[in-house]
């Protein structure tokens, strides 16, 4: 599966975002879809991971309560919708897709997309 991420850009601290990812291919439903961002100098960490149907999320402590992560199946997309943005979002973010179970490390996601700018200014 390709992934094509997309919706990022600079934004003031307490504004919001919506992040696309696209994936090619018709056996979307069959991945747990994730978002993952990486900051200068800093490992990729986990953002938020939705499971195939829908029916299981998870979110990084730093993001619950501002990030959402959702998917539509028909059109082949994972969305993350960040509201509440702080300076310290800055990142590239990337979306994943993996065949395990909805999960927190970047191991388990086998395709990656090429990421996303998000610069929150302060």
């Known amino acids: 599966v390709q992934l094509q991420a997309s919706g990022g850009g600079l934004v003031q601290a307490g504004g919001s975002l919506r992040l696309s990812c696209a994936a090619s291919g018709r056996t979307f439903t069959t991945y747990v879809m994730g978002w993952f961002r990486q900051a200068p100098g800093m490992e990729r960490e986990f953002v938020a991971a939705i499971s195939r149907a829908r029916g299981s999320t998870a979110y990084a402590d730093s993001v619950k309560g501002r990030f959402t992560i959702s998917r539509d199946n028909a059109k082949n997309t994972v969305y993350l919708q960040m509201n509440s943005l702080k300076p310290e979002d800055t990142a590239v973010y990337y979306c994943?897709?993996?065949?395990?179970?909805?999960?927190?490390?970047?191991?388990?996601?086998?395709?990656w997309g090429q990421g996303t700018q998000v610069t929150v200014s302060s």
């Open positions: 994943a897709a993996g065949r395990a179970v909805v999960s927190r490390s970047p191991r388990e996601y086998d395709y």
